[in-house]
C-alpha cells in the first residue's frame, strides 16, 4: 500500500486485516455479554423453589372473589407465602391478599382464600409465591 501524506489526505484508512480484527473482537465481546446477561436471567428467574398457579376462582359478590391455587414447593416442610389477586373489567388491581401456606407432608397442596375488592371483580389470578415469609405472617 503506498503511504499518502497524512497532512494533505488525512488518515489512512484501517487495512483490511484491522477490519477484520476489530470485527471479530466486538463479535466476541458482544457474545460474551449475551451470555453474560443470560446466566445472571437464569439464576434470577429460572428456577425458583416455589411455584403457584392458579386452579380456579369463584365471584362471590361485588366486592369478593374467591382464588383457589396450587402450590408446588421443593421443601414441603417450609412455609411460603402467596400473593392472589382480583381484577376489575378494566384489568386493573382491585384488591389483593398475601397469606401463609404452612407446611405440609406434600410437595404440592390446593390452597383456597377471600380476596376483598375496591371495584366489582372479574377475574382472580396469582401474583406469586415465595420462601421469604414476613414475620407477621408466621405463627407466633
Given amino acids: 500500500m503506498i503511504e499518502r501524506p497524512a497532512a494533505r489526505y488525512g488518515r489512512q484508512p484501517l487495512s483490511r486485516r484491522t477490519r477484520r ?8 465481546l458482544i457474545v460474551a455479554a449475551g451470555v453474560g446477561v443470560a446466566l445472571v436471567g437464569f439464576q434470577r428467574l429460572g428456577t425458583a423453589d416455589v411455584k403457584g398457579e392458579l386452579s380456579g376462582y369463584r365471584l ?36 389483593r ?29 396469582v401474583y406469586g409465591c415465595g420462601t421469604d415469609v414476613p414475620g407477621y405472617l408466621r405463627a407466633g
Fill in 97 to 125: 391478599r398475601e397469606f401463609l401456606v404452612p407446611p405440609s407432608d406434600q410437595s404440592t397442596v390446593q390452597v383456597t382464600t377471600v380476596v376483598r375488592t375496591s371495584r366489582p371483580p372479574v377475574v382472580g389470578d
Fill in 21 to 28: 480484527r476489530i470485527a471479530a473482537g466486538l463479535t466476541v
Fill in 60 to 95: 362471590i359478590d361485588a366486592s369478593t372473589v374467591e382464588v383457589t391455587i396450587a402450590v408446588t414447593r421443593d421443601d414441603p416442610t417450609r412455609p411460603v407465602v402467596c400473593i392472589v389477586r382480583a381484577r376489575s373489567l378494566d384489568g386493573s388491581e382491585a384488591g
